[in-house]
């Protein structure tokens, strides 16, 4: 007898697929952008108020310094004159733009207010981008200026030490708003709405002098928008505020002496309130 057996048929198994297809990686790349378009707006806010906040850290030092020098000096507020070596930064030189005092760390050395912190880094916001200087592309080592009326000069300083006389810039009422000599002499606004250092724009920036017509619809020297739309300022009793701008046309303003915005500049009255006021 013939016994058959039974033939099996051996089971092909389909090939292992090693690659994704279009479609599957077109759908990859779509949740990719939809994450990315969440989180970069996250991460650029994050950075910008890392950068306020070590602007603000560089103001705080440098107004400590600021108090600790006239603690030093029987309540005498160290010296901005203009165009002077014997103020808080060498004046001599300027850091405007094109200036080869845009790099010269001397000016900061020379200053009456380096041996109270000897951190070059803390002149400048870690914010402002390099600018062109000749060939090259640098940083500018001083973006930080102080109010005029902190230690500003007056006709008397220009008569004894020869220097530029600036208290004409609270005219009409420079007599009435001097230039403050002494910490004491900070009464009008109060030392915790006292107006001390900025970080100015580099479009006005070149001497250590920030200059707030107090009386005046002018913008004499214009603050940095580094930060966005609004700048670092410190004040007399230590502290240091980012101030977000309230009016569209201060982070567009390009140069010295603009009119102010009509009828009323939110902006400049609040640094003409931190500068010189009549009433608290």
Same mark, same amino acid.
């Given at each position: 007898?013939?016994?058959?057996?039974?033939?099996?048929?051996?089971?092909?198994?389909?090939?292992?697929?090693?690659?994704?297809?279009?479609?599957?990686?077109?759908?990859?790349?779509?949740?990719?952008?939809? *994450?990315?378009?969440?989180? *970069?707006?996250?991460?650029?806010?994050?950075?910008?108020?890392?950068?306020?906040?070590?602007?603000?850290?560089?103001?705080?030092?440098?107004?400590?310094?600021?108090?600790?020098?006239?603690?030093? $000096?029987?309540?005498?507020?160290?010296?901005?004159?203009?165009? !002077?070596?014997?103020?808080?930064?060498?004046?001599?030189?300027?850091?405007?733009?094109?200036? =080869?005092?845009? =790099?010269?760390?001397?000016?900061?050395?020379?200053? *009456?207010?380096?041996?109270?912190?000897?951190?070059?880094?803390?002149?400048?916001?870690?914010? !402002?981008?390099?600018?062109?200087?000749?060939?090259?592309?640098?940083?500018?080592?001083?973006?930080?200026?102080?109010?005029?009326?902190?230690?500003?000069?007056?006709?008397? @300083?220009?008569?004894?030490?020869?220097?530029?006389?600036?208290?004409?810039?609270?005219?009409?009422?420079?007599?009435?708003?001097?230039?403050?000599?002494?910490?004491?002499?900070?009464?009008?606004?109060?030392?915790?709405?006292?107006?001390?250092?900025? $970080?100015?724009?580099?479009?006005?920036?070149?001497?250590?002098?920030?200059?707030?017509?107090?009386?005046?619809?002018?913008?004499?020297?214009?603050? +940095?928008?580094? $930060?966005?739309?609004?700048?670092?300022?410190?004040?007399?009793?230590? $502290?240091?505020?980012?101030?977000?701008? *309230?009016?569209?046309?201060?982070?567009?303003?390009?140069?010295?002496?603009?009119?102010?915005?009509?009828?009323? !500049?939110? @902006?400049?009255?609040?640094?003409?309130?931190?500068? +010189?006021?009549?009433?608290?």
């Amino acid at each position: 007898m013939q016994t058959r057996f039974p033939i099996y048929s051996q089971a092909v198994r389909p090939a292992r697929r090693t690659a994704f297809t279009l479609i599957e990686l077109l759908v990859v790349i779509a949740i990719i952008a939809i *994450l990315a378009s969440m989180l *970069l707006p996250a991460l650029a806010k994050a950075k910008a108020k890392a950068g306020i906040t070590r602007c603000n850290n560089n103001l705080r030092q440098l107004t400590l310094a600021w108090y600790m020098y006239q603690g030093d $000096h029987d309540d005498t507020l160290v010296k901005n004159w203009i165009g !002077d070596r014997r103020a808080w930064i060498d004046g001599t030189q300027s850091v405007g733009a094109g200036s =080869t005092g845009m =790099t010269n760390e001397l000016l900061i050395k020379n200053g *009456l207010l380096y041996p109270y912190n000897t951190s070059v880094a803390i002149y400048r916001c870690p914010n !402002d981008p390099p600018e062109k200087l000749g060939t090259k592309m640098v940083n500018r080592v001083r973006t930080v200026t102080m109010n005029g009326m902190m230690g500003g000069a007056d006709g008397l @300083d220009a008569s004894q030490f020869g220097v530029s006389d600036t208290s004409w810039v609270q005219d009409p009422r420079a007599r009435e708003f001097p230039p403050r000599k002494k910490y004491s002499q900070i009464v009008s606004p109060s030392p915790s709405k006292a107006n001390v250092f900025i $970080h100015e724009s580099r479009l006005t920036i070149e001497d250590g002098y920030f200059a707030v017509k107090g009386f005046q619809a002018i913008w004499q020297n214009l603050p +940095a928008s580094t $930060h966005g739309n609004g700048d670092t300022v410190s004040f007399a009793d230590g $502290h240091v505020e980012y101030w977000r701008w *309230l009016e569209g046309e201060t982070a567009k303003r390009k140069a010295w002496d603009e009119p102010a915005k009509k009828p009323v !500049d939110r @902006d400049l009255v609040r640094f003409q309130q931190a500068t +010189a006021t009549l009433s608290e």
